[in-house]
């Protein structure tokens, strides 16, 4: 069956610690995005990449870091110096061809201790 | 700002009635408008998307898109109570980067 995976469902993350989000993709999507959703709130856009070895920031990239060396791969590092990093965050991938949807993983919650 | 505008609800309809969804955007460049439905703790799963003016029909569900007034809507025939919950709009501003609204809570009673 041909999808996105998220690991893990759910992280939990120290103080100072960096902590990083695995996207895994066998649809052969070329273009991969990273997301937030902090509740009551919309969908906020991380990275995106549409192409190996090749990413932009999105709206909210600071206290973030990412990796393309796979196509079917986009891992998301979560920084010591995002402050608030309490948050769902959701893994798509699209084809990266005009008016074509992008499908999402099943997301991972990531909580402070 | 590229903005999407959604009523956060949330909407409340009796079984078996019509739910009309509303989403307004500020971008006259978009180019395609996707509905995506989000169940509480779940991720969001794609319904329908529209990228000409006028009304596409998918089963139960049908997007309306009006370019000229910026806005497209979801409506939901014979609204069954799984059909509860947040339903994202999104749309693609032609650089095949989405900006989401926050979504409108539909709550659907028996």
């Known amino acids: 069956d041909g999808g996105i995976t998220q690991s893990p469902k759910y992280l939990f993350r120290k103080e100072g610690q960096n902590v990083t989000l695995s996207c895994e993709q066998n649809?052969?999507?070329?273009?991969m995005y990273w997301y937030r959703q902090d509740p009551g709130q919309g969908l906020r856009l991380i990275y995106y990449?549409?192409?190996?070895?090749?990413?932009q920031k999105g709206d909210i990239a600071e206290g973030y870091s990412v990796s393309r060396e796979k196509k079917e791969s986009f891992p998301l590092t979560v920084t010591s110096a995002q402050k608030n990093p309490t948050a769902f965050y959701l893994c798509?991938?699209?084809?990266?061809?005009?008016?074509?949807?992008?499908?999402f993983g099943d997301g991972t919650r990531l909580s402070i201790l | 700002q590229k903005e999407v505008e959604q009523n956060s609800g949330p909407l409340s309809v009796p079984e078996g009635a019509i739910a009309s969804l509303n989403c307004t955007y500020s971008?006259?460049?978009?180019?395609?408008f996707f509905w995506y439905r989000q169940y509480s703790g779940k991720s969001p799963e794609l319904i329908m998307f529209?990228?000409?003016?006028g009304d596409k029909e998918d089963g139960r569900f049908t997007a309306q898109l009006n370019k000229a007034s910026q806005y497209v809507s979801l409506l939901i025939r014979d609204s069954q109570p799984s059909d509860s919950a947040t339903y994202l709009c999104?749309?693609?501003?032609?650089?095949?980067?989405?900006?989401f609204g926050t979504g409108t809570r539909l709550l659907v009673s028996p």
């Open positions: 798509a991938s699209d084809p990266d061809k005009l008016n074509q949807p992008q499908h």
């Open positions: 649809l052969n999507h070329d273009a």
């Open positions: 990449s549409q192409i190996v070895n090749d990413f």
């Open positions: 971008d006259r460049g978009s180019q395609s």
């Open positions: 529209i990228y000409s003016n």
């Open positions: 999104a749309v693609n501003t032609g650089f095949q980067k989405l900006v």
